[in-house]
């Protein structure tokens, strides 16, 4: 067993009693992303309440790429804390460490690599009070590049802020909200423990369960910034392939929370989108590593046998051999 991947949820133990616990607990798991750590922080800072209001932490799964210790107490002036993992354990041992760490009524876990837009704190804070009855929010949301250059914004869900319905059938199918837009009641993480399984996905995966437990709130203000960059887990997860994998697995986990009426619609729906999603990226990528992507491509096809996924493999192998062709022809 490979306990780096949690195989059921990991116990989210409950804040001891006596402990004076803030609203908020942002918590910072940072491996490796030392150059976008800072402007993660700093987009906290600029808009953090005081420290009774707001725990902020950085935890990091033992960098190697620069002295975080010494950039969090730069940055943070001792207003964020610091806590390092004797040795890697893992993103997903380290959202756990996360969330046992944290001691406030609402857990932002904001990935070291992404950010947060000004009044996110105010917006989802809002939306938690208004709608006491959610178990987790999240808003609207901006895709970035390792520039910070913002490069699509997500498709809003609805008009105006609110509960979603029939939220757990719709997420099912695809991942909408990206982690820097999600907030959680600690009390529900006690509930349903924290993440698992697999390291691609493993958010979806949580959404999910979340959704088969609470009623889930939404606003449409684009208040945080998911970063794309070749760096991070998930397109690692995407050039070796692990990424379907893992959707594979995390659908089966996925059907357990579905109504029995519903799970074989659900499951057809989600292999078609995730395959021809993953599809879609080995075409648009494919000149950045020929080899890796066809086989993205070819692993997409087999998810689901679908005429895009069809479409998509027989355009990348065409313009695999010709390169492969030109090439040889050159020498």
């Known amino acids: ?132 009855e959610a178990g987790s929010a999240f808003c609207s949301y901006s895709f970035i590049n390792k520039d910070s250059q913002v490069t699509s914004l997500a498709s809003p869900i609805m008009d105006k802020a609110g509960i979603i319905e029939d939220w757990l059938e719709k997420v099912a199918v695809i991942n909408y909200p990206q982690p820097p837009s999600v907030v959680v009641r600690r ?41 794309i960059h070749f760096n991070n887990i998930s397109t690692k997860a995407l050039l070796s392939g692990q990424s379907v994998a893992d959707i594979n697995k995390l659908i089966g986990i996925i059907q357990q929370y579905l109504p029995l009426n519903k799970r074989k619609k659900i499951r057809n729906k989600s292999k078609h989108n995730f395959s021809t999603h993953f599809a879609s990226i080995a075409l648009r990528n494919f000149y950045g590593d020929k080899d890796k992507y066809l086989k993205l491509a070819y692993k997409s096809f087999l998810m689901d046998r679908n005429r895009t996924t069809f479409y998509f493999l027989t355009k990348i192998v065409l313009s695999y051999f010709v390169q492969v062709n030109t090439t040889h022809n050159k020498s």
């Open 187 to 227: 009390s529900v993480y006690e509930h349903l423990g924290g993440f698992f399984a697999a390291h691609y996905g493993e958010d979806w995966e949580m959404w999910c369960r979340i959704a088969a437990n609470y009623p889930v709130a939404y606003t449409p203000k684009c208040l945080a910034k998911y970063r």
């Open 1 to 132: 067993m490979n306990d780096r991947i949690p195989e059921s949820p990991p116990v989210i133990t409950p804040v001891p009693t006596g402990t004076i616990r803030p609203l908020w607990s942002v918590m910072i798991p940072a491996y490796n992303c030392m150059e976008f750590l800072k402007q993660a922080i700093a987009s906290v800072l600029e808009q953090a309440p005081a420290e009774d209001i707001m725990q902020i932490e950085v935890v990091d799964d033992a960098s190697t790429d620069g002295n975080i210790k010494e950039l969090v107490e730069t940055i943070g002036k001792g207003r964020v804390s610091y806590f390092r993992q004797p040795e890697n354990v893992g993103s997903l041992r380290n959202f756990e460490t996360c969330l046992n760490r944290s001691r406030g009524h609402l857990i932002h876990l904001l990935h070291g690599d992404d950010l947060v837009s000004p009044g996110f704190y105010q917006e989802m804070g809002s939306v938690m009070e208004k709608f006491p």
